[in-house]
């Protein structure tokens, strides 16, 4: 009886909404891109949707991990020497442990985006048996990340009239700029900025010059031409302005505060799942036995894109031996190397591991904290499971995802040029293991997180079925955008209250200078 109540239950569910076919496009080019890209595609599914994810491949590696659970129609595509190439290239991430991430990094960083899109759009272009078929299934709306623009080109081919970007990032300027949402650089930290939102004027200027120099390099083709007429231009910015929405994966109850559009819908924390992960028992014996060992448990995770077996050999040092003098705690260490016994032989605190079971064992009571890279995917789980964190930010957008969870008082940020140094590192690691007030604020941010009024996956869903019900959304589009920057700084207004103000001044300057010679002629004939 409860199962066919059940049954209609969900049957009311169903025909209660219209179902969609969504195409989600996402080359495999980054794990947490694909993680961000498979959720959003399950969660369609979950809810009644026909969902086909499109992922060419850029790096070959990927095609052995399934990124959906839910959604069972994958197409792949293989890619060009050329495409290959340029994925190789992202494995060179070594250099991070110790070079600076800064504005010079701009001119390269934006060319290299530019470069796999347009070679990614070459492959599309070549492979129009394939889109044929995708054609067939007449998608409603396709979803996709700005860094593949080549996906507006796509679209086109296959007359879907509606489409959505979706960020696996926080924040990312130039799209919302295209879209007209503020993008103002003294309060709003740009992408690789090291600073907070309370910036001093070198700060400002710095952030100030990274948008410039973001908006004059450009991270995305001018164009892109049509697969059916090589003659017809589609104008990038001026095509993603018509998107219903973009989503972004920061939530506003962690990032820093700021005035946005309608349209820039803050879905950050989906890929967090937190009633599946909190009851218990998901941890394998082996885990569970090591989360017993002793009173603390700090787990040390620099991610799977900068490895730490390829951090310089006196981090490792520095490492070790401040993890030694804290011998009444068991330090889980994700390292993939097998060169232990060159740095941390003999020391029995130390739990090393090529793969940790990280949300698992961040859901664990019996896990004191967490010492991260700061990648958006960690922030947002260690946010949601309130940890006490280090945060040592390498390369990219870290930087600034560690001084947004600063502001929330639970975390503390490490430079990573400190790694070699261990009476730094332990000093860290008493702090932010036996200073209480780390582990309340991020337990209080972790309950604002979980008890958000409105839930991301609510609002990404309910922002996609309508999108794919209206298509594009002029209503939504602020004027702002088609304003010049004399108009929209107000520089033309200040301009003119300037000239009357001096005007005024200068009239009353006058004729109080002609009153008193007046004054002074007639003291004088008296
Ligand atoms: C979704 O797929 C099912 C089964 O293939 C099909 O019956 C249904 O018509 C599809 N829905 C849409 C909106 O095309
Ligand atoms: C963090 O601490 C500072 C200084 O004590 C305080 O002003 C601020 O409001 C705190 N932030 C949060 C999010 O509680």
């Known amino acids: 009886m409860k199962g066919f109540s059940l049954y209609l239950y969900y049957l009311l569910l169903i025909s209660s909404t219209t179902s969609y076919n969504i195409l989600v496009f996402c080359p495999l080019f980054g794990h947490s891109h694909s993680t961000f890209f498979g959720r959003l595609a399950d969660i369609l599914t979950e809810a009644g949707h026909n969902v086909t994810l499109f992922s060419p491949t850029i790096i070959d590696e990927f095609r052995n991990y399934s990124y959906t659970k839910l959604t069972k129609d994958v197409a792949y595509l293989d890619p060009s020497p050329e495409l290959k190439a340029i994925g190789d290239l992202i494995a060179g991430n070594k250099r991070w442990w110790n070079q600076e991430f800064s504005v010079f990094e701009i001119p390269q960083t934006t060319r290299f985006f530019k470069s796999i899109t347009r070679e990614q759009n070459n492959v599309l272009a070549n492979n129009l048996a394939l889109l044929d078929g995708l054609k067939q299934k007449k998608f409603d709306l396709i979803l996709f990340e700005s860094v593949f623009t080549c996906a507006l080109p796509l679209m086109e081919y296959l007359e879907i009239k509606s489409f959505a970007v979706a960020q696996s990032i926080a924040y990312e300027p130039i799209t919302l700029g295209a879209l007209g949402d503020t993008v103002m650089t003294s309060h709003i930290p740009n992408l690789m900025a090291q600073s907070s939102d309370k910036m001093s004027l070198c700060e400002r200027m710095l952030n100030t010059l990274i948008q410039a120099m973001l908006n004059v390099y450009g991270m995305t083709p001018e164009y892109y031409q049509s697969y059916t007429n090589p003659e017809k231009k589609i104008y990038t910015l001026e ?20 005035a946005t559009i309608t349209k820039n819908i803050q879905i950050g924390g989906i890929s967090v799942n937190l009633d599946t992960l909190k009851s218990s028992g998901k941890l394998t014996e082996e885990w569970d036995q090591i989360l017993n060992l002793r009173e603390k448990t700090l787990l040390v995770s620099f991610g799977s894109v900068i490895l730490s077996q390829d951090m310089p050999f006196a981090y490792k040092v520095g490492l070790t031996n401040a993890m030694k003098q804290l011998n009444d705690v068991t330090f889980i260490w994700k390292y993939e190397g097998d060169d232990k016994k060159e740095f941390a032989n003999g020391i029995k605190n130390i739990h090393f591991s090529k793969w940790v079971p990280q949300r698992e064992l961040l859901a664990d009571p019996r896990l004191s904290a967490f010492m991260t890279h700061g990648g958006l995917g960690s922030v947002n789980e260690v946010s949601y499971f309130g940890k006490p964190t280090i945060m040592c930010p390498l390369s990219g ?16 940020e490490f430079s990573k040029y400190d790694l070699h140094n261990e009476k730094v590192v332990a000093n860290a690691f008493r702090k932010i293991l036996y200073d209480e007030s780390y582990t309340l604020s991020a337990k209080r941010l972790s309950e604002h997180l979980q008890f958000q009024p409105v839930k991301p996956k609510e609002l990404f869903l309910k922002h996609v079925e309508f999108a794919a019900r209206f298509g594009k959304l002029p209503s939504l589009d602020p004027y702002s955008r088609q304003m010049g920057f004399i108009q929209y700084f107000l520089i033309d207004i200040a301009f003119i209250v300037l000239t009357v103000v001096l005007t005024i001044v200068s009239v009353l300057y006058f004729v109080l200078k002609f009153v008193a010679s007046c004054l002074k002629a007639k003291i004088k004939t008296d």
């Open 239 to 258: 095509k993603l302005s018509e998107a219903s929405f973009i989503f972004m994966n920061s939530n506003p109850f962690l990032d820093f505060p700021r």
């Open 397 to 412: 957008d870290q930087m600034r995802n560690a001084k947004m969870l600063e502001r929330h008082n639970g975390s503390i």
